[in-house]
């Protein structure tokens, strides 16, 4: 069975910090694989999508960048942490073939809070 | 971005009462998704659905791909207290993109 692992959990970072957030899927190979944002009792937010090694589809301008160095790895980054970067941060994979369905699945997330 | 249409935003239910909610969309979608989401948890997948017309249950839940295929709902008979979490849509339409739009949220709360 698949398997989606996000770490930390929870950070606390400065003003001013880098990022560094990890997504590692287990169990399928090939995913689609994507980054939200969710503030605090509102929806979800595309902040960065992949469908390959190497390859980001940016859905937002703004402080963060996204990088996929292995096929199931799939990082969000940020050089310099702004106070409007808070949130809960979910990655999430999806099958790339219809044959497979067309299912989302998403991680435990991080909860992001910068001081 | 995008975001489909859900209501209602939020409702109070009754323990054991049914329950029901929809999404709308404004474009076609070959995938409908439903999501239940606990405080400070990750999205967990309820139902898929993939076809105009489709009804899929999954235990006390029930989920309509609707015919126009620009909307779905989500029924709950019975509701429990462990009911009570965000419930999100998702649309995903396979022709050329990658991206789900997801509905704005149903908030439920179950009085015990």
């Known amino acids: 069975s698949q398997t989606i692992h996000q770490w930390p959990a929870t950070l606390v970072q400065p003003v001013g910090s880098p990022l560094s957030l990890e997504c590692t899927v287990e169990?399928?190979?090939?995913?689609?694989l994507y980054w939200y944002r969710q503030a605090a009792g509102r929806g979800l937010q595309l902040l960065f999508y992949?469908?390959?090694?190497?390859?980001i589809s940016s859905e937002v301008p703004q402080n963060l960048s996204a990088s996929r160095p292995q096929d199931r790895q799939f990082i969000l980054s940020s050089k310099k942490l702004l106070l409007s970067d808070s949130g809960f941060y979910l990655c999430?994979?999806?099958?790339?073939?219809f044959g497979l369905g067309y299912e989302q699945y998403f991680g435990p997330g991080t909860r992001l809070t910068v001081t | 971005g995008q975001q489909l249409n859900q209501s209602p935003q939020s409702m109070f239910i009754q323990e054991g009462e049914d329950v029901s909610m929809n999404c709308t969309s404004s474009?076609?979608?070959?995938?409908w998704l439903w999501y239940k989401q606990d405080p400070g948890e990750g999205p967990v997948l309820l139902i898929a659905l993939y076809k105009a017309g489709e009804l899929t249950s999954n235990g006390r839940l029930t989920a309509q791909f609707g015919i126009t295929r620009k909307d779905s709902f989500l029924n709950i008979s019975a509701s429990i207290p462990s009911d009570v979490g965000i419930y999100f849509c998702?649309?995903?339409?396979?022709?050329?993109?990658?991206?789900?739009?997801f509905g704005t949220g149903t908030r439920l709360k179950v009085l015990a």
């Open positions: 992949s469908v390959g090694i190497g390859q």
């Open positions: 474009s076609i979608f070959n995938t």
């Open positions: 169990g399928t190979s090939n995913p689609n």
């Open positions: 999430a994979w999806a099958r790339t073939s």
């Open positions: 998702a649309g995903h339409t396979s022709s050329g993109t990658y991206k789900y739009i």
